[in-house]
């Protein structure tokens, strides 16, 4: 009979890059397949790392890092907001305004009665 070898249960602490990383990145909304290229995770592992810190913060079920981040609840989402969207504003306001430019319509002049 073969014995079997007890493998020690992996704890997540959220004190290793990756797991820090998975969480950083989800809260800037980004998605699993970006925090794998990014991370040496596999996407069952991201989801499980996610659950674990939102349940640890306190979020109610069927809410997220990803959603908080895309209604702009989240902390990280206001503090980025608020140090962006001024020049953003400014951007916008300057670049988007020459693709609309309208030709000045032609008045035609009244004949004298």
Known sequence: MSERIKLARHKI???DSDDIEA????QLGFSN???ME???LTEHQINYR???GKIAEGYKKGIGYR???RNGTSRVAQEISDSVLPGLR???GRELPKYF????PQVSEKKAA
């Open 33 to 35: 397949k970006y925090i």
């Open 23 to 26: 969480v950083a990145l989800a």
């Open 90 to 92: 400014r951007s916008v």
């Open 67 to 69: 959603s908080m981040w």
């Open 13 to 15: 602490t959220f004190e």
């Open 38 to 40: 990014n991370t040496k």
């Open 50 to 52: 996610l659950t674990k």
């Open 101 to 104: 430019t309208h030709p000045t």
